[in-house]
């Protein structure tokens, strides 16, 4: 059974820097694809961000293009999300997910597993 657990959350400010990671368990026989989403309160959980299962790809949603960068390291079963804070709407819950194959997706529904998610709280 995979395990994703998110960590790196917190109060910052518009203009901080923020490495968000996801430590992944669980799985042994293959490494797959990852994704970040968010979900601010009153919306739908939203794709931001993903990765293949070797790093090679990456896609981005357009509204965070410039800001929010994946990356992962498999040998520490790990992914990352550096985001540069802008807005106060960069306030959520992010969640990582994973995908059970070699390619990320935008849709939500595509994940199988997801983890607890971490709360970034922006202030103004």
């Known amino acids: 059974q995979v395990t994703l657990v998110e960590s790196g959350g917190g109060l910052v400010q518009a203009g901080d820097s923020l490495r968000l990671s996801c430590a992944i368990s669980?799985?042994?026989?293959?490494?797959?694809?990852m994704a970040w989403f968010r979900q601010s309160a009153g919306k739908e959980r939203e794709f931001e961000s993903g990765?293949?299962?070797?790093?090679?790809?990456?896609d981005v949603a357009e509204s965070v293009k410039g800001r929010f960068f994946i990356s992962r390291d498999n040998a520490k079963h790990e992914a990352y999300l550096e985001i540069d804070v802008q807005k106060p709407e960069d306030t959520a819950v992010y969640y990582c997910?994973?995908?059970?194959?070699?390619?990320?997706?935008?849709?939500?529904?595509?994940?199988?597993?997801w983890g607890q998610g971490t709360q970034i709280n922006v202030s103004s």
């Open positions: 990765i293949s299962d070797n790093g090679g790809y990456t």
């Open positions: 669980g799985r042994t026989d293959y490494v797959a694809a």
């Open positions: 997910g994973d995908i059970a194959r070699g390619y990320p997706s935008q849709r939500e529904e595509d994940y199988t597993t």
